[in-house]
């Protein structure tokens, strides 16, 4: 079984990148809210658990969280392995994740980084745009109005929400990128990082993280 854990801070395409290479790849995605989500549908001992955190507005503890994506490494689809999207978030998850894989005798395989300097990241992230009427969407350099500050199909003003504005998205990178950092030197120290430059466009990305789990190569077999 291959676990490959896939990082990356808010804005750098590291969840566009996930769905890429599952299906590159053929592995399952496996990210955290899925399965906060599936477990609780599904009335599991642990989503239910997981549930009672949620209504109260608080944070999943990480060994209920672990143990769903235990439970998942279990499912018949993951077999051959697994890409964990936006887990672990931090250093105590990182080591907690480690010390559970170990008891079944499994550990991470890569941690890949999809890395993306902390200007650009913002610039992504406060370039959204919505309608006033209906909500369409826009950003101000990927996919901009004909005509600024208007809608291009009902005409409508654009306007901002309160958090794509850059003080409130420059406070949420201060405190996501800390964490975030302290989990690549984890990564780092255990020999197992790769990175590779967000900055390119989408399909260069995914070649670039393709290129830096090889050799493995009948994962290539599955287009």
Known sequence: MRIL????????????????????????RVATGDLFRAAARDGTPLGIAAQAYMERGELVPDEITIGMLLERLEAPDAGRGVILDGFPRNRPQADALDRALADRGAAVDAALLVDVPAD?????????????AAGHTYHETAYPPRVPGVCDIDGSALVQRDDDRPEVVQARLDKQLGALADVVEHYRAAGLLRTVDGRRPIAAVTSDLLDAIEPIPYWRSHP
């Open 5 to 28: 854990v896939l990082l990356g801070a808010p804005g750098a395409g590291k969840g566009t990148q996930a769905h890429v290479l599952a299906r590159h790849l053929a592995l399952p």
């Open 120 to 132: 650009e990241l913002l610039r992504r992230l406060t370039g959204r745009w919505l309608c006033s």
